[in-house]
């Protein structure tokens, strides 16, 4: 049995159960945090798997001979590495016109839809004007549609322009986004109003707020949808293939396809067809790399230093 002190003070044994019941009380909420983070880590990793693989797996096969990668297409290592096949690829068809006619047409479309985007939704949120809900549901109508509906019309208004066959009509039947009216309109509602009247108070215009201090206050927005509608439009294939009549105008997604099936080499050629995608996708790579910084150091970003 434990005594306890003349005075009624606790005794060196009763001091250290209870310590140690404080030690075991912290010690469990440790673990667990410890368990939780380690779980969300895991299932992170798995997931990173998953979607790295596919990209892992297609540079693996052009870097294999055909019959390697029927017998063992699992095996992510090649028995020789066969580099040659990126040479050869690159020089049995136009793969760097391709290239640069995807990437011309994906930059000028998204820069197009970077600065109609920003100002309607500058006018959405900032300016005060009549059925301005309205002009909102609307577009967010137009969301909604298909985008194989717009074909057709699109169609129709590039002939009538004399723009079919040519990337300017590619440019401009795309200029438009509802998806960046809608993401930059979420953003620019974050902007405190303090920044706008202070603006407004010292004379600056409305392209002026837009351009010097709302866009580069979002800056991070803005360089995932830049990033996004790039992505978008240089792997576009159904559009690009119904407008682009001409060889040499061919984007990358329709270039190998029109090489690939049109050539009969569709199904023979597998290593080929692996690096022909693999170029394809470096430009995207270098672009996402190149975002990145700029997505991650202001995704928390909401305009107000305070």
Request: charged share 10%; net charge positive.
């Amino acid at each position: 049995m434990t005594t306890q002190a003349i005075d009624g003070s606790p005794t060196s044994g009763q001091i250290k159960a209870v310590s140690h019941k404080k030690n075991a009380g912290t010690e469990r909420p440790m673990e667990r945090q410890a368990f939780v983070a380690l779980a969300k880590h895991s299932f992170l990793m798995v997931c990173g798997t998953m979607m790295v693989f596919p990209f892992l797996w297609m540079i693996s096969g052009s870097l294999k001979s055909n019959d390697e990668i029927f017998s063992s297409p699992l095996n992510l290592i090649p028995e020789t590495f066969r580099w040659e096949t990126f040479v050869e690829t690159f020089h049995s068809a136009p793969f760097g016109l391709y290239i640069f006619n995807s990437f011309s047409v994906a930059l000028f479309t998204t820069v197009l839809v970077i600065i109609n985007s920003a100002m309607f939704a500058y006018a959405l949120t900032q300016l005060r004007f009549r059925s301005k809900t309205v002009l909102y549901f609307v577009v967010m109508g137009c969301y909604m549609l298909p985008g194989a509906v717009t074909y057709i019309p699109s169609y129709i208004t590039l002939a009538r322009l004399s723009l079919l066959d040519s990337h300017t009509g590619l440019i401009i039947s795309n200029a438009a986004s509802v998806f960046g009216v809608f993401y930059l309109r979420q953003v620019f509602i974050k902007i405190h109003p303090s920044l706008i009247e202070a603006a407004r108070i010292d004379g600056a215009g409305e392209l002026k707020i837009l351009w010097a201090i709302m866009l580069p206050q979002c800056r991070a927005a803005v360089a995932t949808l830049f990033l996004i509608t790039f992505i978008t439009n240089y792997n576009s294939y159904m559009w690009p293939s119904l407008v682009i009549t001409s060889q040499e105008l061919n984007l990358i997604a329709t270039g190998i396809r029109h090489y690939f099936i049109a050539e009969g080499n569709y199904g023979l050629n597998w290593s080929q067809i692996m690096a022909a995608s693999t170029i394809a996708v470096l430009p995207l790579l270098i672009l996402f790399v190149v975002c990145q910084k700029t997505i991650l150091s202001g995704i928390a970003d909401n305009g107000v230093k305070e």
